[in-house]
C-alpha cells in the first residue's frame, strides 16, 4: 500500500499533483510519501505487538536526515553499517540503544565511537573483527556489546547479489562454527555477549526462508543457554520484499503469525532490520523524456535520470514500474528507457512497453525510495537529485538538487600545479 495514485489522470504523491512539485523543484526528483512512510513502520510495530521488539530501520535503504527524523519520532531504532550512517542516526535523535551495528569492515575508529555512544550491539561478522571490539573497548576501560552474526547457509531465493546468508558469502559466522566462536567471546575480558544476529538477504518473497533460518538460530540459542551463555536479543536481519512488479511478498503481519509461535517463551526480545520493506514503495524518481530516439534496432526512450541517480535496474537488473506521470490516450511503443550517462549499462527499463511520451513530458519511476538515492553517485559529474518530502497537502524540500559547486566542493589543486 503507498499513497501514490492518479486522480482523473494525473499523478499524485498524497494530495499533491507531482506535476506541481516537479516545476518547483526541477526534475530529476525523488518524492516521498509522509503518509507512507508512517504506515509501514507501523505495519512492523502491529506485526509484534505484545512481543518485546525493537524495529531498527536499515539505514542504507535510505538515509535521509528528514526520514531518519520521522523514524526516530515514530519510535524506531536504526541498522547502521559504518560510521557515517551512525552519526547520521544520532543526529536525526534516534537512540543508541536503539542502533545495532552490522558489516564486515569496522575501522577502530568505527568502533570506538559506537562505543562512545552505547549502542545496543555490534553485529560482529567475523572472530578477527571481534579482537578488535575487545581491544578498543579494553582501551575504553569498558564492556562492549556483541551479537555475532551467524550465517546459517539458507537459500533466500531472492538475487544473488542481494543474498547474504549462505556458505560462499562473505558475511557472518558459519553456523558450525557458531559454539565455539560464542566460548571465545564470553571468555573476552571487554566483551559482552548479548545478542545472535542473522540477515540471509534482501526483497525475500517468502515467508519460509525467514522460518527456516530462524530456527536454525532458535536450535542454537538453546544450546548457548544450556553452556550458559545467556542471550537477550535475537535479531532476525532484514525485513519482507516488497512489489516492484507482480511479486506477492509477505505482509509483516504474517511474519510475526508465522515467527512470534516460534518465541514464546524464549524470553528473548526481537530486533528486525527492514529497510526496503519500509522506504522502497515510499518513494518515486521523476524525470523528463528529452528525447525518443529510433536506434537501427531498437527505441530509446532518453530521460533526464540515469544510473547514477538510480543504480538498481543497472546493477541487479532490477524492475522497476515505469509511468507518465499525466496520462494520454496515445498509442504504446516498445522502447529501452535509459538515461544520459555514457555506459550501455546505463537503463531504468529494457524493451519496455510504455504509452509514447513526448519531449519534457514527466515520468515516474515507482518503487524507488529503497537504495535509490543512498546509491546515487555523481558519475558523469551529474549534480545529485533533489529529494521531497509530502505530508497531505503539504510538499517540502528534503535534500536540494547538487550544484556544479558541490561537484568539485573538496577538490584542490597542489602548488606543484
Ligand atoms: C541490507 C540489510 C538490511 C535491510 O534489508 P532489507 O531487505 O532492505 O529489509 C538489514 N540488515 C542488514 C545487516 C543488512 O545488510
Given amino acids: 500500500m503507498n499513497h501514490f495514485h492518479f486522480i482523473k489522470g494525473r499523478l499524485y504523491a498524497e494530495e499533491v499533483a507531482v506535476t506541481t512539485i516537479a516545476e518547483t523543484f526541477g526534475t530529476p526528483v525523488y518524492i516521498?510519501?509522509?503518509?507512507?512512510?508512517?504506515?509501514?513502520?507501523?505495519a512492523y510495530e502491529r506485526a509484534f505487538t505484545g512481543f518485546p521488539h525493537v524495529i531498527c530501520f536499515a539505514v542504507k535503504a535510505n538515509s535521509n536526515a528528514a526520514i531518519l527524523?520521522?523514524?526516530?519520532?515514530?519510535?524506531?531504532?536504526?541498522d547502521v553499517v559504518s560510521g557515517g550512517?551512525?552519526?547520521?542516526?544520532?543526529?536525526?535523535?534516534?537512540?543508541?540503544?536503539?542502533?545495532?551495528?552490522?558489516?564486515?569492515?569496522?575501522?577502530?575508529?568505527?568502533?570506538?565511537?559506537?562505543?562512545?555512544?552505547?549502542?545496543?550491539?555490534?553485529?560482529?561478522e567475523s572472530m578477527e573483527e571481534l579482537q578488535e571490539i575487545d581491544r578498543v573497548a579494553a582501551g575504553m576501560k569498558t564492556k562492549a556489546p556483541i551479537a555475532l552474526r551467524?550465517?546459517?547457509?539458507?537459500?533466500?531465493?531472492?538475487?544473488?547479489?542481494?543474498?547474504?546468508?549462505?556458505k560462499k558469502h562473505k558475511f557472518g559466522i558459519p553456523i558450525e562454527k557458531a559454539i565455539e566462536c560464542y566460548r571465545i567471546a564470553s571468555a573476552m575480558k571487554n566483551i559482552k555477549v548479548v545478542g545472535i544476529h542473522k540477515h540471509i538477504g534482501s526483497q525475500l518473497t517468502k515467508i519460509s526462508p525467514f522460518v527456516d533460518s530462524l530456527k536454525r538460530i532458535l536450535a542454537l540459542l538453546r544450546e548457548l543457554r544450556s553452556l550458559g551463555i545467556d542471550i537477550k536479543y535475537l535479531d532476525i536481519g532484514g525485513g519482507v520484499g516488497i512489489t516492484?512488479?507482480?511479486?506477492?511478498?509477505?505482509?509483516?503481519?504474517?511474519l510475526g503469525k508465522n515467527i512470534l509461535p516460534?518465541?514464546?517463551?524464549?524470553?528473548?526480545?526481537?530486533?528486525?532490520?527492514?529497510?526496503?520493506?519500509?522506504v522502497g514503495n515510499a518513494g518515486i524518481l521523476v524525470t523528463k523524456a528529452l528525447y525518443l530516439k529510433q536506434g537501427s534496432d531498437k527505441k530509446f526512450l532518453i530521460v533526464d535520470a540515469a544510473m547514477n541517480d538510480l543504480i538498481r535496474p543497472s546493477?541487479?537488473?532490477?524492475?522497476?514500474?515505469?509511468?507518465p506521470v499525466v496520462k494520454t490516450k496515445r498509442g504504446k511503443i516498445l522502447s529501452d528507457i535509459v538515461g544520459p550517462i555514457c555506459e550501455s549499462g546505463?537503463?531504468?527499463?529494457?524493451?519496455?512497453?510504455?504509452?509514447?511520451?513526448?519531449?519534457?513530458?514527466?515520468?515516474?519511476?515507482?518503487?524507488?525510495?529503497?537504495?535509490?538515492?543512498?546509491?546515487?553517485?555523481?558519475?558523469?559529474?551529474?549534480?545529485?537529485?533533489?529529494?521531497?518530502m509530502v505530508k497531505g497537502k503539504d510538499f517540502a524540500l528534503i535534500r536540494k538538487r547538487e550544484t556544479y559547486l558541490d561537484l568539485i566542493r573538496g577538490e584542490s589543486i597542489p602548488d606543484f600545479l
Fill in 85 to 124: 550512517e551512525l552519526f547520521r542516526a544520532l543526529k536525526a535523535g534516534i537512540k543508541a540503544d536503539r542502533i545495532v551495528y552490522a558489516g564486515v569492515g569496522k575501522t577502530s575508529e568505527e568502533i570506538a565511537l559506537a562505543i562512545k555512544h552505547r549502542i545496543l550491539m555490534f553485529n560482529v
Fill in 32 to 42: 516521498y510519501s509522509h503518509a507512507t512512510l508512517t504506515r509501514h513502520i507501523k
Fill in 346 to 388: 546505463d537503463f531504468l527499463a529494457k524493451d519496455r512497453e510504455i504509452t509514447q511520451v513526448k519531449q519534457g513530458e514527466l515520468l515516474a519511476i515507482m518503487s524507488a525510495g529503497a537504495y535509490g538515492f543512498s546509491m546515487a553517485s555523481n558519475y558523469n559529474s551529474r549534480p545529485k537529485p533533489a529529494e521531497v
Fill in 69 to 78: 527524523k520521522l523514524f526516530s519520532s515514530l519510535g524506531a531504532g536504526a
Fill in 262 to 278: 516460534l518465541l514464546k517463551n524464549s524470553g528473548i526480545t526481537l530486533v528486525i532490520e527492514p529497510g526496503r520493506s519500509i
Fill in 150 to 166: 551467524i550465517n546459517p547457509d539458507i537459500d533466500p531465493q531472492t538475487h544473488p547479489y542481494i543474498s547474504t546468508g549462505l
Fill in 244 to 254: 516492484y512488479n507482480d511479486e506477492r511478498p509477505p505482509h509483516p503481519s504474517e
Fill in 315 to 323: 546493477i541487479y537488473g532490477a524492475y522497476h514500474r515505469i509511468e
